[in-house]
């Protein structure tokens, strides 16, 4: 089992910044696709930034590229999403994911996802208002 605690949403203004973290705890072997993915009110899950554990590869979300910085603290097993020049679509709700899966799926999971996969923290608010 693995657990996953997000931390660090809020509100702030459209251009502000914000940094959510999540910790993990639990068995987590080498070949696992963990990063964020987010959902805003009406809209579909779609994945923000993911990275593939074995060898650190980074995907973002087209519509959060130059913006939107991941990063890891592996030795604290902790998760950072560093999210910069934040607009009113950035609104939602974000999760922290952790999927055993190939980096193929991890590159391809940067979109509107749907069905059931990995795990799933609690989520964690992020509101930007204009």
């Known amino acids: 089992q693995v657990q996953l605690v997000e931390s660090g949403g809020g509100s702030v203004q459209a251009g502000g910044s914000l940094r959510l973290s999540c910790v993990a705890s639990?068995?987590?072997?080498?070949?696992?696709?963990m990063g964020w993915f987010r959902q805003a009110p009406g809209k579909e899950r779609e994945g923000v930034s993911m990275?593939?554990?074995?060898?650190?590869?980074?995907y973002y979300a087209d519509s959060v590229k130059g913006r939107f910085t991941f990063s890891q603290d592996s030795a604290k097993k902790t998760l950072y999403l560093e999210m910069n020049s934040l607009k009113t679509e950035d609104t939602g709700v974000y999760y922290c994911?952790?999927?055993?899966?190939?980096?193929?799926?991890?590159?391809?999971?940067?979109?509107?996802?749907?069905?059931?996969?990995?795990?799933w923290g609690q989520g964690t608010q992020v509101t930007v208002s204009s």
């Open positions: 639990g068995y987590l072997h080498s070949s696992y696709c």
């Open positions: 990275s593939y554990t074995a060898d650190s590869s980074t």
């Open positions: 994911v952790a999927v055993p899966a190939t980096r193929e799926w991890c590159k391809s999971s940067v979109q509107v996802m749907r069905g059931n996969f990995g795990y």
